[in-house]
């Protein structure tokens, strides 16, 4: 039994039906289940390609985690450097990722990526410009050339806001509030499940909506909220990577996560937070508490080639970047994090755990106070520290999640029919590890593949799928059932030993038996989550939406914890202490996560990475 | 600089029918902000209250919200700015009808939004680039740094002593969003009558005060809005202009935008 309620036509702000327990129901072609870049960039591409398209989505529209980078989006434009082509890009990207990325969509993503970028000038966009007039390009860590598209360090709010303001000029339904909680399938009886649409509450007034549509796309971001250090906001609970597995898809690269090298550590209620990368890019470098600027010592043979052996080399290189190499500040994120892990642990960090970060001995007050302004902001409200007179302290955060719904490279369709990802929550385009920069091109080049797809497989349908009332019915029980418990421990705390336990156990330096240790706490955490209660009513409680997230974390720390023991080498966002360097025999292989049979956790097999033609092959030759 | 302490703290909890301040006091350490605080009450003692948050860093502008009565955001007014023996008082924004707690239905700006003709350029250059200088940009790239808090919104009293205002007037946020696009150095489109008509930025009388709560420093009447009511006015007392309209006619006053 259906009743419609009146829906706020921007904002869905209103009561859904009327009836008791009556649930709305809404139909679309193609429902994009998340609001950052890549489902905002999916949308508009659906839209575009006729379908009646719905975004849904957990806060309200233009706060996604979109909305926090800084940097830049990489695109191989040549606007400063002629030089610079996607050949280059795909060369970075692949070599920053230690060659475990999938090669196609490494292709797709360096060749489609200027386009991308400058689609979003033609919708509004105002990036910085180069003397002539054009987009202007930024240095960041593993690119060869100056190469990411920006506006001072708030790149992310810029795209947000610019498909923000697209999708409201085409007029595209977006439901704000309204988090997805299981994604429902049709089921045929030889066992061929495809996607029939989404199941969601309104946080507003905690009703139900369902959502009847052949097409969804996963657009849901990260993970990062499952450690206790993050860049990453609440909203990071890997539902799309949890939503995907229940409606069986598969997961690979989940071994890796970013670390980022440069997080605030001081004051505590701000320990994580990200300081961009582009601190490094405009000249920032990395001290010691003996003042050593120590990148110097950590410079790994993979990449030697290509970085400055002295100080006299790197600093010229900011100006001549054709007879200097770079500076080893700005290695890919993986190695930088490393190196300040290990001066940390040698005794020789600052005050508040962390090593110094400086810019203000190198650059004029001026300088940094156009080129970081959010930067210099951040530290003057929330640390006292004005960026441009003393050095910062900073130290490692978990900040990206490399691994994600397994897609073909052309559609984002997972191995569920119906089932599209793109952005963060889906895998293999950054194999071990993602260069600065290639996310924000990522969520355009691979938002607007999978809208298209979308949209092209919902029009060819001969007819819909169905949902069955049966499923509703389990996803509201599921949805309802921490109410149901009394007086048992409340989420918050459960997610708290989550976060500790993430953190100690499957951080930027693993081991095995480490490893193991949190397999099975995150087996107890599990049992406590399955007891957990809730205090309150529906409406607008943030406890009850953590305990509903919180299963999806737990899923995934089991899938990261898991596939980290299985690989026993030490590869980009993956450093094992037992295991210390790369192996070739695993430079091969991703390891790939299934639901188990009884859906109570994941299931693993190792699987060959798809090999590249020969035509690409020679960029690597040397 | 003081250490952990026990904070007194008021907070609002209700619904749109009914609610009161409740008094908590929690204990808050060195370096926290009001959010902190809030989601130390929640995780110990009030797990249902309702907060709208979303990067704890003054960039998403989710967390507005009414602090000692002052239009701010939790996650960016330190605690250090306060007497340690001072009870704080958090509200709701008062300009928005409240959901629960600190949460408003601020659909009200999302409306807005739609009501404001997009942006629209003329095509790329031969080379498939487009060029534009760094200072032409720069006067828009000021009011894109605008992170829809909706403070300015909340703090305008032409909505927030008069609700009956607001069909009338897209506020603050929004002459900075017809100001931007009027200083885009390629759209092409004339918002001048929409702003009067539909904006309602006539209503407004220059006061400032959105300019004051703004988290990200932008001047929005003196750079935003005092030049595009210029614009307006313009528009509206130059016959020339008017002629021109009437017959279809482009003329300097137009800058070769087309009308909407
Ligand atoms: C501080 C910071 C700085 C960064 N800087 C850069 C940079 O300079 N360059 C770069 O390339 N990358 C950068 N990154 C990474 C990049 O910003 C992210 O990877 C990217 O924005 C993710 O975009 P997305 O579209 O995948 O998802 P998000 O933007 O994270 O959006 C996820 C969406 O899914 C919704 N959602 C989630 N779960 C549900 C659910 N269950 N139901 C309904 N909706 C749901 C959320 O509400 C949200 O709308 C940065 C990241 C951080 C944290
Ligand atoms: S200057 Fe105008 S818009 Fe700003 S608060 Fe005053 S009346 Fe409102
Ligand atoms: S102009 Fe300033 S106060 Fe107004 S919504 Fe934007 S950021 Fe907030
Ligand atoms: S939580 Fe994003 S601005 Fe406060």
Known sequence: MSTMGSRHPMTGNEMSGEAPGGIERRQYDVVVIGAGGSGLRAAIAAHEAGANVAVVCKSLLGKAHTVMAEGGAAAAMGNLYPEDNWQV?????????????????????????????????????????????????????????????????????????????????????????????????????????????????????????????????????????????????????GDGHALALRAGATLINMEFVQFHPTGMVWPPSVKGLLVTESVRGDGGILKNSEGKR?????????????????????????????????????????????????????????????????????????????????????????ADVDITAEPMEIGPTCHYAMGGIEVDPETELSVVPGLYAVGECSGGMHGSNRLGGNSLSDLIVFGRRAGDAAASYAAGLASRPQISDDDVAAAQASALAPFEVEGAENPYTIQQDLQQAMNDLVGIIREGAELERALEEVDRLKERAARMSVEGNR?????????????????????????????????????????????????SKNLVLRLNAEGTGVDMTEQAIPAMPDELKKFFEE | ?????????????????????????????????????????????????????????????????????????????????????????????????????????????????????????????????????????????????????????????????????????AGPRFFLRYAELDMHPLDIRDRRDTARDAAGIGLCNITKCCTEVCPEGIKITDNAIIPMKERVADRKHDPLVWLGNKIGLRNKDNDGRTAT
């Open chain 1, 89 to 237: 890009h795909f060369r970075d990207t692949m070599r920053g990722g230690k060659m475990l990325n999938n090669w196609r969509m490494a292709q797709l993503h360096a060749q489609e990526a200027p386009e991308r970028v400058m689609e979003l000038e033609d919708w509004g966009a105002l990036f910085d410009r180069t003397a002539d007039g054009l987009i202007s390009q930024r240095d960041f860590g593993g690119h060869r050339y100056a190469r990411l598209a920006h506006i001072g360090d708030r790149t992310g709010l810029e795209m947000i806001r610019t498909l923000q303001q697209r999708l409201v000029a085409l007029g595209i339904d977006v439901f704000m509030e309204c988090t997805v909680t299981d994604l429902l399938l049709s089921r045929s009886e030889a066992g061929d499940n495809a996607i029939a649409g989404a199941f969601a509450y309104w946080r507003e007034s905690g009703r139900f909506i369902v959502f009847d549509a052949p097409s969804v796309v996963l657009a849901t971001g990260g993970f990062g909220k499952a450690w206790k250090v993050t860049s990453n906001s609440w909203e990071y609970t």
């Open chain 1, 294 to 382: 120590f990148m110097f010592d950590h410079i790994p043979e993979y990449f030697r080639k290509e970085t400055a052996e002295s100080i006299e080399e790197a600093d010229r290189w900011y100006d001549d970047k054709k007879n200097n190499r770079r500076p080893p500040e700005l290695l890919p994120r993986d190695e930088v994090a490393r190196a300040i892990n290990a001066e940390i642990k040698a005794g020789r960090g600052s005050p508040h755990g962390g090593v110094f970060l400086d810019i203000a001995s190198r650059r004029t007050p001026e300088f940094i106070r156009k080129r970081l302004p959010s930067m210099y902001h951040q530290f003057k409200e929330l």
């Open chain 1, 539 to 587: 409406q607008y409680n943030p406890g009850w939406h953590l305990a509903i997230d919180l299963r999806n974390m737990l899923l995934v720390g089991e899938c990261v914890a898991k596939a980290a023991l299985a690989r026993e080498e030490s590869r980009g966002g993956h450093t094992r202490n037992d295991h210390p360097g790369p192996n070739p025999e695993w430079g």
């Open chain 2, 1 to 169: 600089m003081s250490t952990g302490y026990q904070l007194k703290m008021r907070v609002w909890r209700g619904d749109a029918d009914s609610g009161a301040l409740g008094d908590y006091a929690v204990e808050v350490s060195e370096g926290e902000v009001v959010l902190d605080a809030l989601h130390r009450l929640q995780a110990t003692q009030a797990g249902d209250l309702a907060i709208r948050w979303n990067c704890k860093a003054g960039k998403c502008g989710s967390c507005s919200a009414e602090i000692n009565g002052k239009p701010r955001l939790l996650c960016m007014t330190r605690l250090s700015d306060f007497d340690p023996a001072e009870t704080i008082t958090v509200t709701p924004m008062r300009a928005f009808p409240v959901i629960r707690d600190l949460v408003t239905d601020v659909s009200y700006n999302y409306e807005k939004a739609r009501e404001l003709p997009g942006v629209e350029l003329g095509p790329r250059d031969a080379d498939g680039k487009r060029r534009m200088m760094q200072v032409d940009v720069e006067r828009g790239q000021e009011f894109r740094k605008c992170i829809e808090c909706f403070l300015c919104q909340d703090t305008c009293h032409v909505v927030r002593d008069h609700d009956d205002n607001k069909p009338a007037f």
